[in-house]
Structures are given as structure tokens and as C-alpha cells.
């Protein structure tokens, strides 16, 4: 059997072991994230030579929500240097929830780039300017770690801005301790519409393969961030990308990762692969079950993790 007939024999064995877990809930706080179908399950895995494979529903799009924070912090320390983001936004974990009010002491600082407070500052850092938006930015920004243009879905857009009074809360917060630089409400928007871009669990083991590529996509060949800020990057997810739950992760999983609440994960073996799961039914932490057990699963397995280039 060959490597590639391998991994693509694993990830269906994986899909097969846990399509049938039914525990979870879909995200009832964005109303429009419970219209996805509690059934979808994909796996994607892409290997350091742009080589695809997947199982299951990994061709079926949904909106990134958090899973685009660490690429949204890639653009703003390729654009400002890690030096200035870290005048506004730490790297430390805070061990709380996603969207809990997590201010450092004196600083106001939010702890770091991966929970919701520190994700609002962060797509506030990037450049905005009349002939170069910031959204425009942002978008280009995770096209090119995707390997593809992406799109924006605009109900989930609208569903988020009528119910995230919440993420609004944190950013004027935010903005009373002087750690905001622009407008809150600007700020919250972009947000908004940078975590209701669409893609597919293929799309996103080609983005964290383009982290675990030194910043390289290995499906295009094009260099999307420095090789020091992609490491920067997986350092954080791996201290942070999995919030109150990151260091039982690392502990039992052992790679970089990022979740969303629309149901993607994706993880990053930094030189061999990025690896992605997408299934709408969440943990407690916002987390796909599915894609968590899989995952997990999967760091044991070597065709998936020791064979795929």
C-alpha cells in the first residue's frame, strides 16, 4: 500500500469510527449557525507537497468564526512586527472561556491573540486605509492561506451582528482602558465579517499546512508570512488556540490547533501537515466533538501523522 493510499485509508477509518457521535449542540447563540446539519462530518489532511486528502464532508463550506483568529494575527504581526502587537494584545494563556472579559492588570491588554477580546484588537491592528480596507486585507489575507479566494457569508454576518452585543461589550471595555486604537464599533464589524468568511475543511488543512510550512502554501508555492511569524503564530495556538481546555490539548494531542463554534478545527504538525475537521455539534468549550475525537485519534495513528509526504 502506498503512503497516499494510506492516509486517505485513515482518515476514512476515522470518519467511519466517529460520524456516528451524536453528543453536542450546534452554536444556538449565532441563530443562523443552526441551520448547518448536525450529520456533516469531514476530515481534510494536506501533506508538506500540497498533496489533498479527506473523508467525509470536507467540501462543505462554513464560516471560519475563530478558527480565523491565528491567521488575522499572522497579517498584523507581518504588518507591524511582533513588538507593536505585543503593545496590545499579550500571548500569555488565560485559561477562560472564549469570549470571557480577560484584561491584564494596569495594561488593560487582553491576554492574548486567541480569545474573542484579544481577536478584536488584533483585526484592529491591521491597515486600514481608503484604497486598501481592512476587511479587503483580512480577506486577501486568509485567500492566500487557503490557496483560494474565499467568500464572505452574509446571513451569518447579519445573524452575528444582531446578536453580538456581547463581543460589543468587550470592545468598549477594551476601548475604556486605552487598549483599543480604533472605533469600537469598526472594530466589532470587521470582526463580524472576518469570522463569517466561508471555506471548507479542505481550505483549512491548506491553511494550518501553510503555518506548519514555515509560511509557505504548499498547495500555490506562495510565500504568505515569514517563516518567524508563522512560528510566532503556532506558538500561541499551542499555548492558547484551544482556550480553558489548550493544555489538556497539547498534553494529549501535541499540535498547534484552532477551533470554531460553526464546527471547524484544524491543527498544524509543523514540516508535515495541516490537518482540519469540520461537524457542527460543539463540547462545552465550543469545540467539535467529532472533530476532537478525531483528532486527538488521529496524533496517535501513524498514517496520518508520520506518513504523509
Known amino acids: 500500500m502506498s503512503a497516499s493510499e494510506a492516509v486517505t485509508d485513515a482518515l476514512r477509518e476515522l470518519h467511519a469510527r466517529f460520524a456516528g457521535v451524536d453528543e453536542g449542540r450546534q452554536a444556538d447563540y449565532i441563530p443562523e449557525l443552526t441551520r448547518s446539519d448536525p450529520d456533516d462530518f469531514g476530515l481534510a489532511l494536506v501533506s ?15 464560516t471560519l468564526q475563530s478558527v480565523s483568529k491565528p491567521f488575522v494575527y499572522a497579517l498584523a504581526l507581518a504588518a507591524l512586527g511582533l513588538d507593536e502587537v ?10 477562560e472561556a472564549f469570549n470571557a472579559i480577560s484584561l491584564e492588570p494596569g495594561t488593560g491588554r487582553p491576554a492574548n491573540a486567541m480569545v474573542n477580546a484579544g481577536a478584536i484588537v488584533t ?53 475604556g482602558t486605552g487598549s483599543l486604537p480604533v472605533d469600537p464599533v469598526q472594530a466589532v464589524d470587521t470582526y463580524f465579517r472576518q469570522c463569517a468568511v466561508r471555506a471548507t475543511a479542505v481550505d483549512l488543512a491548506v491553511m494550518a499546512a501553510t503555518l506548519a510550512y514555515g509560511g509557505v502554501n504548499p498547495v500555490t508555492g506562495e510565500r504568505v508570512v515569514s517563516p518567524e511569524v508563522a512560528a510566532q503564530v503556532l506558538a500561541v495556538m499551542a499555548t492558547c488556540g484551544m482556550y480553558d481546555s489548550s493544555g489538556d490539548w497539547l498534553l494529549r494531542v501535541g499540535l498547534p490547533a484552532k477551533s470554531g463554534v460553526s464546527g471547524g ?11 482540519a475537521a469540520y461537524s457542527p455539534l460543539l463540547d462545552a468549550s465550543g469545540t467539535s466533538v467529532r472533530g476532537h475525537a478525531a483528532t486527538r485519534r488521529s496524533a496517535r495513528s501513524r498514517n496520518v501523522s508520520g506518513s504523509t509526504s
Open 265 to 275: 478545527l484544524l491543527a498544524a504538525g509543523p514540516a508535515r501537515f495541516g490537518l
Open 86 to 95: 505585543s503593545r496590545w494584545v499579550g500571548a500569555e494563556p488565560s485559561g
Open 48 to 62: 508538506m507537497d500540497g498533496h489533498a486528502y479527506s473523508a467525509g464532508a470536507a467540501d462543505t463550506p462554513f
Open 123 to 175: 483585526t484592529a491592528l491591521v491597515p486600514d486605509s481608503r484604497e486598501e480596507p481592512a476587511f479587503g486585507r483580512i480577506l486577501s489575507c486568509l485567500s492566500r492561506f487557503a490557496g483560494r479566494k474565499l467568500d464572505v457569508d452574509e446571513d451569518v454576518h447579519g445573524s452575528e451582528a444582531a446578536t453580538g452585543d456581547r463581543n460589543r461589550a468587550l470592545a468598549y471595555l477594551i476601548r
